[in-house]
């Protein structure tokens, strides 16, 4: 078992360091506290970080939270407009469509499931010299423990999520890197499916569909797949 923490954090910096513009001007995205001597009004700081574990007797597995405080100082009195504006290049980047995640995480975990579980203004605040607004994303995350802490990943050309125009045909994913590994499959929008009754695995690797009126060729679904 590892600590997440860090590597949470660091797949959002690394999504987010350099990408983000206000005024022409990079917005800088720190960890906790701005570099002393960087005169930037306006920053990212990845902050507060809660989690709960989800393990079983396979897998660690947990739900993460981290907190992404969009801040914005001035020496006059100020409205949301810049945070809202940060914010609007924020969602796109972390959840770019439903189901999918801008997210790269390093080998040692999987980042599923990425959605905006909260967000919230702090008050104007106000002292003798400037004004400060501040916008709080708290994303939410299912993070799986791969064990591996090198620079290989768990699976050769690993893929997640998994959508229907990857489907080899209207029932089957078709991967032969998955051959004898065993992973849970999360349907978007229905939750964890269950080997046998909604899905069997490929002995040639991959998996098939056996919900009643399942077709990947006329309808859209996005699928999870966690690595036991």
Not at 14 to 31: C, E, I, Q, R
Request: glycine letters at 8%.
């Amino acid at each position: 078992m590892i600590d997440v923490k860090l590597p949470v954090r660091k797949a959002y910096y690394d999504l987010l360091s350099g990408a983000l513009t206000y005024n022409t001007n990079l917005v800088p995205v720190v960890d906790d506290t701005k570099n002393l001597g960087d005169p930037s009004m306006t920053y990212v700081l990845l902050s507060n970080q809660t989690g709960s574990p989800d393990n079983s007797f396979q897998t660690f597995d947990s739900h993460e939270t981290i907190v992404l405080d969009i801040v914005y100082k001035a020496g006059a009195r100020v409205n949301k407009e810049v945070v809202d504006n940060i914010a609007g290049q924020i969602l796109p980047l972390v959840i770019p469509g439903p189901g999918s995640t801008g997210l790269s995480p390093g080998p040692e975990i999987q980042i599923n499931c990425v959605e905006l579980f909260a967000d919230t203004y702090l008050t104007l605040g106000l002292n003798s010299s400037n004004s400060v607004v501040r916008r709080l994303l708290t994303f939410k995350q299912r993070v799986r423990q791969t064990g591996i802490s090198g620079p290989t990943p768990p699976i050769p050309a690993f893929q997640n999520p998994i959508v229907s125009a990857n489907f080899a045909t209207s029932t089957q994913y078709i991967n032969g890197n998955l051959r004898g590994r065993s992973f849970l499959l999360y349907l978007n929008g229905v939750g964890f499916l269950t080997v046998g009754v909604h899905y069997n695995v490929l002995t040639e690797g991959g998996f098939e569909i056996l919900i009643n009126n399942f077709d990947s060729t006329t309808n859209n679904y996005t699928f999870f797949l966690l690595l036991q």
